[in-house]
């Protein structure tokens, strides 16, 4: 088969009158990319080592333009897949936020160091708090908490980063136009070695319509012992 391509190729050269030939290898990052051939069709020519030395210059021009198209290509593809890898974050990021909405599950975390105070959105939603217009501190929360459970809560907390165990809560909210939801707090916090609280990480949830639904099951069932 490589003898058939021989004289092939001797073929070609012949019916274009193609008489001599100057050959340039063409290197991109000292891999053999290609061959520049020049062909010269008018009588015998003699190379000369300036013509040499045009192929070579062509050869390297060449192999800089074939580099930077490769870079051009691999930066293309690396935003293309870097916007996928976004896209895929943006659709879970969505999903995982409808499924808290869904089960009226919100999460936040609350940096002792700093007293930042992060809430997702379903935690706005549930406390029904414009996060635009929310103290996003610790004390900020409290004031949502129902007064007479305030105590408790801040206890609770403190308890909990005394002992250095997770808890959890069951306690009211005080809406502004006096309704009363109920939410069940876990969390747990990271400590430093030598103790010092860090960073805690908990869930909240509206649990409002299992705590109604079982005070009026109680209540029936008082009235049916009566």
Not at 118 to 138: G, K, L, M
Not at 154 to 178: E, F, K, S
Not at 189 to 202: F, K, V
Request: net charge negative; with cysteine.
């Amino acid at each position: 088969r490589g003898l058939g391509d021989v004289y092939k190729r001797q073929e070609l050269l012949e019916r274009y009158g193609v008489t001599a030939n100057l050959v340039q290898p063409i290197y991109v990052e000292e891999n053999l990319w290609g061959l520049l051939i020049a062909h010269h069709c008018q009588g015998v020519r003699q190379w000369q080592q300036s013509d040499a030395q045009i192929m070579q210059n062509l050869s390297v021009q060449l192999a800089i333009a074939i580099r930077q198209s490769n870079l051009v290509a691999a930066l293309n593809r690396e935003v293309v897949e870097r916007q996928q890898i976004e896209q895929s974050l943006r659709q879970t990021q969505a999903q995982y936020e409808r499924a808290q909405q869904i089960a009226k599950l919100g999460h936040w975390e609350l940096n002792l160091v700093t007293n930042d105070l992060y809430w997702s959105p379903e935690v706005f939603r549930i406390f029904e708090i414009d996060p635009e217009a929310f103290d996003a501190t610790y004390e900020g929360f409290l004031k949502i908490v129902h007064p007479a459970d305030q105590d408790l809560v801040g206890q609770a907390y403190q308890t909990h980063l005394d002992t250095q165990t997770p808890y959890q809560l069951v306690h009211r909210l005080q809406m502004p136009d006096g309704r009363i939801k109920y939410v069940r707090e876990e969390c747990e916090t990271t400590y430093a070695d030598d103790g010092t609280a860090l960073i805690s990480l908990g869930t909240v949830q509206d649990i409002t319509t299992e705590v109604i639904l079982k005070q009026e099951v109680e209540q029936r069932q008082r009235l049916a012992e009566e």
